[in-house]
């Protein structure tokens, strides 16, 4: 069945640096969502990419669709200790899951102030 | 504005116990689902429904249950607790299974299963 695959599965950063995300698809995507979860938290909807090539920015957050709808990343620059959390990629596919979201296994990341 | 409201956010059950997990949404959201987290695992999903009088299987659906007999309600039935359904388990909903505007999650149930 579809599997969407995340990568780094832990990421530990120095506030300021930059973090980056990756997901990837075994098949391809209708659309593909992004969530973020604080640690004892739930996740939480960020934003969703549907167009082939998409790019869209939430201030210091960049999201990108890739040109085949098989892959994102999400990109975080100059990180802040309120970034802290499991940012998880979630995507749609009409193929084998019926149609429903299919969560990544999430990035866990931690800055040190 | 309640959002999705999980009841309990903490259970311990003994192994056999059967128990219900309670989710409740006031958005009139159509859409409603059941995912447990378990680590390093993301989150999967057990149960859905696109709406009243409709439920299907997600991708680990053996040994729950669940029903959908009115829009806000969606409740999750564990028939013979077992320890590997030791997991958070997060009800989720949204207008549309497709809808642009993400899932909005309830704040989990934390269950262990002795």
């Known amino acids: 069945g579809q599997q969407v695959m995340q990568i780094p599965q832990y990421q530990h950063v120095q506030e300021g640096e930059d973090f980056t995300t990756y997901c990837n698809s075994s098949?391809?995507?209708?659309?593909i969502q992004w969530y973020k979860q604080r640690p004892g938290g739930h996740p939480v909807f960020l934003i969703q990419l549907v167009k082939s090539g998409e790019v869209k920015k939430q201030k210091r957050l960049t999201f990108q669709f890739g040109e085949a709808k098989k892959n994102s990343s999400l990109h975080i620059t100059a990180t802040q200790t309120t970034d802290v959390g499991t940012y998880f990629c979630?995507?749609?596919?009409?193929?084998?899951?019926?149609?429903?979201?299919?969560f990544g296994k999430g990035t866990k990341l931690s800055v040190k102030p | 504005n309640a959002g999705v409201t999980q009841t309990p956010k903490f259970q311990v059950l003994k192994t056999g116990q059967s128990m219900t997990l309670q989710c409740a949404q006031d958005?009139?959201?159509?859409?409603m689902s059941w995912y447990r987290q378990d680590p390093g695992m993301g989150l999967r999903l057990i149960h859905y429904s696109v709406g009243a009088g409709i439920t299907d299987q997600g991708e680990v659906p053996n040994g729950y249950n669940v029903s959908r007999s009115t829009t806000e309600d969606f409740p999750l039935r564990l028939l013979s607790a077992a320890p590997s359904q030791t997991s958070v388990y997060f009800c989720a909903s949204s207008y549309t299974r497709t809808y642009g505007g993400g899932y909005t999650f309830g704040s989990g149930t934390r269950l262990t299963v002795v």
């Open positions: 098949t391809t995507l209708s659309n």
């Open positions: 979630a995507g749609l596919s009409y193929g084998g899951s019926q149609g429903n979201l299919i």
């Open positions: 958005m009139n959201h159509e859409y």
